[in-house]
């Protein structure tokens, strides 16, 4: 089972993302500020980060650097209701996988979750077979891997 | 600076005036004592000499008569001695008053001794009987006592007052070429002072000078950098100085133009940077509340069956909906303020609807809310609506900062009038609410109630001047502090009605107050 780890202070945002992203494939877990989000990206390392741009202990970019640290293939999906190109721009430019703007279209929103998932699994395949060598991205996926990722997606429904 | 300029030229030319003026006083009251002097001592003699003289003729013309008697035996002449007698003895006394000196004294004493005789004998010949003696006796007269005891001294005296005269004159002219060499040196002291006076002058009026263009040379160097070169060919010179301040004047005028325009331009940018700022707090304060809705929508679609939202689901959309109304509200307030809508409110009952509407809130994000209100209601003359408005945003705000649980406390209290600003008929109502979250940046402090001051990252700085403006709208004050034990705190005090304390049928019911308000909340 995978997990999304959301870090937002708003807890009708969590509630929402929880209700539609969450399923019996996906377990979505939330930490209301950055220093949660830290704690907990550590201890259950999630399979993708969705982080608010906006939390009340620090910003979103230096949030997204402490995450990043723990594992720099987590794919960590930036979420902000500021439309500043410079904070994106800074975002990509650290690594983050992807930046969205709040409201976020849902179907988007997915969409851009399916494929982070999949970066982080075939990050994870590739880790465990060749550890230290090589980029785990350029690697193709093995095809039971994709079929089991397909059957995934088949089932991940909404709500 | 000019006064100081204006002293040091003044003072030594009034000082060399000055001494000119008294130097000048002194040696004309002394000219014209001197000359009152000479001159009363010249009239004196010359009076004194005038008297002798006058009794020496008269001596000389009775010596002439005797004479004249000798020759001819005529006794008219005689007779005509008795009348100049008269006028001699006249003289005689006048020159007696007019003797001042020892010398001039003793003479003429001696030339009246010799009269006395000279007459007493005269008399006693001139009644003798017989011709013979009085001429020969006449002769001995004329001889021993008219010629050697009174003409002669009379000379002598006559001599001695001409010498006085004399010597006065010798004195006057000494004291004259006295004066003279005193106003001399009067003329040559005058000249000198006001040489040196109008030297050093010159030379304090240079040096200033000097160092005014010295300072206007070192501007016209700062002014370099910014308008071009301004140029400086001679110095100590008033006209090169008003030259070169000309030149720094038009180029002042330039700077001041051009810090004018800046100004402008600084202002245009902090309003279009307020503007940006006020943008951008709308985007997100409509954005996030629009995300949950969005979300929970656009999924309810996808699934595809009729099912649509459902419980929380459904509270939540209404949350924000409400938070999108709250929000809408704020900003409209902000550009707009509404007009008062007054009536007879409770306080309290405001602050328990208000209470319910965030105790969800408070209960997801695990905060403790602690309430302190009075009994009774706490009746104030204000707009229900703002009022609401004002205790909301302070627990939002108070929530906000308790992202992670907490504590809040609201105390609500009604005291007494006690003759202070600010209070109404029934004294004053003072609102407390206080978290125990970070507390305010001290940074912050003194102007968290401006427009676009937040301590969010990126709220709209808009809900505590709003606040502000309201709570002063009601003739009341909002303070903002931090806790000893940490935690923000905001006091709002708001002058109560007359209507306090009196039975509870008198004043407008809370509930039909309040009526509006609890429907509103009503399902939360």
């Known amino acids: ?159 | 600076m000019p006064d100081r300029v204006l002293l040091k030229i003044a003072v030594p030319m009034v000082a060399i005036s000055l001494l000119l003026l008294g130097m000048g006083a002194v040696a004309a009251w002394n000219v014209q004592r001197q000359q009152a002097i000479s001159s009363n001592l010249i009239v004196r003699e010359v009076e004194g000499m005038l008297a002798a003289q006058d009794v020496y003729i008269g001596m000389r013309e009775i010596r002439h008569q005797l004479n004249q008697y000798l020759r001819n035996h005529n006794r008219g002449y005689l007779d005509a001695i008795s009348e100049i007698h008269n006028s001699t003895e006249k003289r005689l006394k006048e020159a007696k008053d007019l003797a001042r000196a020892p010398e001039e004294q003793q003479l003429i004493s001696v030339v009246d001794d010799g009269y006395r005789r000279f007459w007493d004998s005269f008399q006693q010949i001139n009644s003798a009987g017989f011709p013979d003696d009085r001429d020969r006796a006449l002769g001995v007269l004329i001889d021993d006592v008219l010629t050697r005891e009174i003409l002669e001294p009379g000379e002598q005296y006559i001599n001695y007052n001409r010498q006085v005269v004399e010597r006065t004159n010798e004195a006057s002219r000494h004291s004259s070429d006295q004066m003279r060499q005193g106003f001399l040196l009067l003329g040559i002291c005058g000249g000198a002072g006001g040489l040196v006076a109008g030297l050093g002058i010159a030379r304090a009026v240079s040096q200033s000078i000097v160092r005014l263009d010295v300072s206007v040379r070192s501007a016209a160097g700062k002014l370099n950098s910014v308008v071009g070169p301004v140029t400086f060919s001679r110095s100590g010179d008033f006209d090169q100085l008003e030259a070169g301040l000309q030149t720094m004047e038009r180029h002042i005028a330039e700077i001041v133009e051009r810090l004018e325009r800046s100004e402008l331009e600084v202002l245009r940018n902090e309003q279009l940077a307020a503007v940006g700022q006020l943008a951008a707090g709308i985007a997100h304060e409509l954005r996030n509340p629009l995300m949950p809705i969005k979300i929970l929508v656009q999924a309810a679609l996808d699934r595809g069956d009729d099912r649509g939202l459902h419980g929380r689901q459904l509270e939540v959309v209404e949350e924000e909906i409400e938070q999108l109304e709250r929000s809408i509200q704020m900003f409209l307030d902000f550009a707009r303020p509404r007009e008062l809508e007054k009536a007879q409110v409770d306080v309290v009952g405001i602050a328990e609807q208000t209470l319910d509407l965030v105790a969800g809130k408070a209960e997801r994000q695990e905060v403790t809310i602690h309430e302190t209100l009075p009994d009774e209601a706490v009746w104030i003359d204000a707009d229900s609506g703002q009022i609401r408005q004002i205790l909301l945003n302070l627990m939002l705000n108070a929530l906000e900062a308790l992202p992670e649980g907490g504590r809040i406390e609201v105390q609500i209290e009604r005291s007494e009038s006690a003759g202070v600003a600010g209070e109404g008929p029934g004294g004053r109502a003072t609102i407390r609410v206080a978290d125990n979250g970070p507390g305010l940046p001290a940074a912050l402090l003194e102007r968290i109630f401006d427009p676009f001051v937040t301590t969010k990252e990126t709220g709209t700085g808009l809900g505590l001047s709003v606040c502000k403006r309201m709570t002063e709208a009601h003739g009341g004050s909002i303070i903002a502090g931090n806790r000893e034990g940490g935690g923000a705190e905001f006091v709002v005090t708001l002058p109560c009605s007359g209507t306090n304390g009196a039975p509870p049928a008198a004043g407008p019911g809370r509930a039909s107050a309040i009526a509006p308000i609890r429907t509103a909340g009503g399902t939360m």
């Open chain 1, 1 to 159: 089972m995978a997990t999304l780890l959301v870090v937002d202070d708003e807890p009708n945002i969590v509630f929402s993302l929880r209700e539609c992203l969450g399923s019996e494939m996906l377990r979505v877990v939330s930490a209301g500020t950055a220093r949660e989000g830290e704690q907990l990206a550590a201890k259950l390392r999630p399979d993708v980060v969705l982080l608010d741009v906006r939390l009340p202990d620090m910003s979103g970019l230096d949030a997204f650097d402490r995450i990043h640290a723990i594992d720099q293939r987590l794919p960590v999906i930036m979420i902000t209701a500021y439309g500043k190109t410079e904070t994106a721009i800074e975002a990509m430019r650290r690594g983050a996988y992807e930046f969205l703007l709040k409201p976020v279209d849902f179907r988007q929103l997915r969409e851009v979750v399916a494929k982070a998932l999949e970066v982080s699994r075939l990050n994870r395949v590739a880790t465990t077979m060749l550890p230290p060598i090589g980029s785990s991205a350029t690697l193709p996926p093995c095809r039971m891997c994709t079929r089991r990722w397909g059957a995934w997606r088949r089932r991940m429904r909404p709500c």
